[in-house]
């Protein structure tokens, strides 16, 4: 089943945030495939973080992944109003399958 | 520059057929895994299907398994989704992405949106 994101996050810019990303120890618990993606309205979504904690060519220091257990994590630090967006996680799974989570909505108050 | 282009969505009718297709080009096509993912309306992504470079492998989410399949056309630089007993459950905009090592979708499609009512 999919994993388990807050519904909806929000910060002022400059602050940080953390999304939370729970899953079991069969997916999220049992291996370090776990990735983040930010996905704007119409827009083709897009890789933030890989392999729990590494950043793709071009995407901001600003963006940054854990993981304890069965959670991972997605911090945004400095937060600024083009962070508004929709974010997911994913993971790999024992059955070869992939998952992702309900999704957060970012708001930057 | 990498680019996946996605097209087939269209409005059908429940029960009804439809074959997406995703045009791939900016990268050795050959050299990569190829997944659709879709998101339903007001819903979270997910994970349809994949399919490994030389089409050997491929595997489904327990929600299209039976009813969609995908395949791989390399000298044409494509993946296409055929889609079978289609239910309004269905009803998601459908993105190509591409499955770089250890289970990224670096890069994905704009998405296509597919309708399932009557």
């Known amino acids: 089943s999919a994993l388990t994101q807050p519904a909806s996050v929000s910060g002022s810019p400059g602050q940080s945030i953390t999304i939370s990303c729970t899953g079991t120890r069969t997916d999220v618990g049992g291996y370090n495939f776990v990735s983040w993606f930010q996905l704007y309205p119409g827009k083709a979504p897009k890789l933030l973080i890989y392999d729990v904690s590494n950043r793709p060519s071009g995407v901001s220091n600003r963006f940054s992944g854990s993981k304890s257990g069965n959670t991972a994590s997605l911090t945004i630090s400095g937060l600024q109003p083009e962070d508004e967006a929709d974010y997911f996680c994913s993971s790999y799974t024992t059955s070869t399958t992939l998952v992702f989570g309900g999704g957060t909505r970012l708001t930057v108050l | 520059q990498v680019q996946l282009v996605e097209s087939g969505g269209d409005l059908v009718k429940p029960g009804g057929s439809l074959r997406l297709s995703c045009a791939a080009s900016g990268f050795t096509f050959t050299g990569y895994y190829m997944a659709w993912i879709r998101q339903a309306p007001g819903k979270g992504l997910e994970w349809i299907s994949y399919?490994?470079?030389?089409?050997?492998?491929?595997n489904y989410a327990d929600s299209v398994k039976g009813r969609f399949t995908i395949s791989r056309d390399n000298a044409n630089n494509s993946v296409s989704l055929q889609m079978n007993s289609l239910r309004g459950e269905d009803t998601a905009v459908y993105y190509c992405a591409r499955v770089q090592g250890t289970w990224q979708f670096d890069y994905w499609g704009q998405g296509t949106l597919v309708t399932v009512s009557s």
């Open positions: 399919i490994s470079s030389g089409s050997s492998h491929t």
